[in-house]
């Protein structure tokens, strides 16, 4: 296995290209089975997710090209024919985000056969709410042997309340819900900017849907769906990413290709610690000189302060002078990363949903081990802030969500190299 190498304590300067945002990618991907003609689209990032979905989309029969062999960003996808609608347990134990396909295949296919995705690092993540909504849409579904089997002669618009807000329910429903006969209202609906993307490339694609940006999406379904071409928004938590880097070890970077009006929460809270910030429209350059104030956070649904910068923002308190609490109202399972920032020798101490960080004036280098995605770019942050050599270990959980994180690092001045 991978692990990432470090020597902290180098401030970093220069500038940092952001790609296609995976949580818009995965969803987008999938709505190519929604149509017999091609959907082209640009910007999608070249993370280990993507080649995942790829592939799941492959076995079914869909057609992948790249019309530039050399540029994996740029991906042709037609789904003229599905001979297979189904995602073995193989493909999506290794990724949750495949219960996308679900909804579509449904409304095009009529049925469907995909591995219920088990738990993971940060929580159970049960995937009911997206089974509920479908029912009401007239679905038949059952779990056997680990699959969920969903049959649906043709699905029936319906008016579905979510009991919690799910950004991969919303996108389920809403690929199911362009293709159903009438009128579909998604009350309580998901409004991650991810989530938009995708209304966009359908509403292109021609499905009829409005309330876009608001947790009411109304959607009235059509016979069928034309190809589009698209550009994939930028990735969001990169962006929060590297701020919250260069926040941890100081210096002045400009981060371009990105959307500030889609991280508004997380600024807000960046300016609090002390992160100096211009903002354009598609980039944001920030400096920062000493070390952070703490500042304490609660995460919650957008546009509130994210739940996948949660990990990334905690190096910030864990260095910060003052102390500081984060909630995590997301997720039940998402501190994975606090005893190894603890191994750092940050003093992080845990009461149910809610971190404590006592700042310290450093983080000493040490091995550690990273769990899920978010939590391995915390920990590589912590080793560019650290004193002395850090090692993250099982880093494939850093490739599933970000596009050559060390070698841009390396383009900011960051002494980082990947080992065998
Ligand atoms: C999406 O996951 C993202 N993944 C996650 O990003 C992100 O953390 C999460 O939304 C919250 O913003 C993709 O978009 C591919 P949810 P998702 O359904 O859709 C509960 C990353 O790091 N719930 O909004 O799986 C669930 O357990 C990843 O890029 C149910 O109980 O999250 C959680 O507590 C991590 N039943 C809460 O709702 C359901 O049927 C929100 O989950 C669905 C969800």
Request: one cysteine or more; a neutral charge; hydrophobic letters at 45%.
């Amino acid at each position: 296995m991978d692990k990432l190498r470090m020597i902290g304590g180098t401030p970093l300067h220069g500038e940092v290209l952001i790609a296609g945002a995976k949580n818009a990618a995965l969803p987008i991907l999938c709505a190519s089975l929604l149509s017999a003609e091609p959907i082209e689209l640009e910007n999608v990032p070249d993370l280990q997710d993507v080649r995942t979905m790829l592939k799941i989309l492959q076995q079914m029969g869909v057609t992948v090209s790249f019309p530039e062999p050399t540029k994996r960003s740029r991906i042709i996808l037609q789904a003229a024919h599905i001979p297979r609608p189904e995602a073995t347990y193989e493909m999506v134990k290794t990724m949750r985000a495949s219960i996308l396909v679900l909804g579509p295949l449904l409304a095009r296919m009529h049925s469907a056969k995909v591995s219920l995705p088990g738990g993971c690092a940060i929580g159970a993540r049960p995937v009911d709410q997206h089974i509920k909504g479908l029912k009401a849409m007239g679905a038949s579904i059952k779990i056997k042997g680990g699959y969920i089997q969903a049959q649906a002669e043709r699905l029936l618009g319906a008016t579905i309340l979510t009991d919690m807000i799910t950004v991969t329910g919303t996108e389920n429903l809403l690929m199911a819900a362009c293709l159903a006969q009438g009128t579909t209202i998604l009350e309580n609906a998901a409004r991650e900017p991810e989530v938009g993307d995708l209304a966009e490339l359908l509403v292109k694609m021609g499905a009829q849907i409005s309330g876009l940006g608001t947790e009411r999406l109304v959607i009235e379904g059509v016979e069928r769906l034309h190809g589009a071409q698209h550009t994939i928004i930028p990735d969001r938590i990169e962006a929060g990413t590297f701020l919250c880097a260069v926040a941890a070890t100081g210096g002045e970077i400009l981060v371009k290709h990105c959307r500030p009006d889609n991280l508004e929460a997380l600024l807000a809270k960046l300016r609090e610690a002390g992160l100096k910030m211009a903002i354009g429209p598609d980039w944001i350059k920030a400096s920062m000189a000493g070390r952070p104030q703490a500042v304490s956070f609660a995460t919650s649904e957008y546009p509130a302060f994210p739940t996948d910068m949660q990990a990334q923002f905690m190096v910030l308190n864990a260095l910060a002078s003052g102390s500081a609490t984060m909630t995590e109202t997301i997720f039940e399972n998402r501190f994975m990363h606090v005893q190894e920032l603890n191994r750092l020798g940050a003093e992080i101490a845990i009461d149910g949903n809610t971190a404590m960080a006592q700042g310290v004036e450093s983080l000493s280098g040490a091995i550690v081990m990273a769990t899920d995605l978010r939590a391995s770019a915390s920990l590589v942050i912590a080793g560019l802030a650290a004193q002395g050599e850090t090692q993250v270990e099982r880093i494939y959980h850093l490739d599933r969500g970000y596009d050559r994180m060390e070698q841009k690092l390396t383009q900011l001045g960051a002494n980082i190299q990947r080992m065998k």
